[in-house]
Nanobody, 123 residues
Framework: QVQLVESGGGLVRAGDSKTLSCAAT????????MGWFRQAPGKEREFVAA????????DYADSMKGRFTVSRDNAKNTVYLRMDSLKPEDTAVYYC????????????????WGQGTQVTVSS
């Protein structure tokens, strides 16, 4: 059974940086493409970023390119999402996810979800 547990959410100011962590069941980050989604109040859940199992492909939503960076530590079975230059519109619940590929995850194809962590960006 795959379990994903996010941490690192909280309240920040616009322009600040924050790094989210996702602790996964042993072996998950090398077996699945790992990614992040977010859901803002009143909006649908949207793709943020994904990192292929080989580490050769990192895919980002257009609005996050250049500001967000996804990475992972295989030894720690942990995936990270570093967010820079945060904006109030980045306020959302951020979800860690595991899926088959970056292409499929970008379309919402996810095998496992974490419970989410709230990030609030004040102006």
């Amino acid at each position: 059974q795959v379990q994903l547990v996010e941490s690192g959410g909280g309240l920040v100011r616009a322009g600040d940086s924050k790094t989210l962590s996702c602790a996964a069941t042993i072996g998950t980050v090398t077996r699945y493409t790992m990614g992040w989604f977010r859901q803002a109040p009143g909006k649908e859940r949207e793709f943020v970023a994904a990192f292929s199992t080989s580490g050769g492909t990192r895919d980002y939503a257009d609005s996050m390119k250049g500001r967000f960076t996804v990475s992972r530590d295989n030894a720690k079975n942990t995936v990270y999402l570093r967010m820079d230059s945060l904006k109030p519109e980045d306020t959302a619940v951020y979800y860690c996810a595991a899926g088959p590929s970056t292409t499929i995850m970008r379309r919402g194809g996810v095998a496992y979800w974490g419970q989410g962590t709230q990030v609030t960006v004040s102006s």
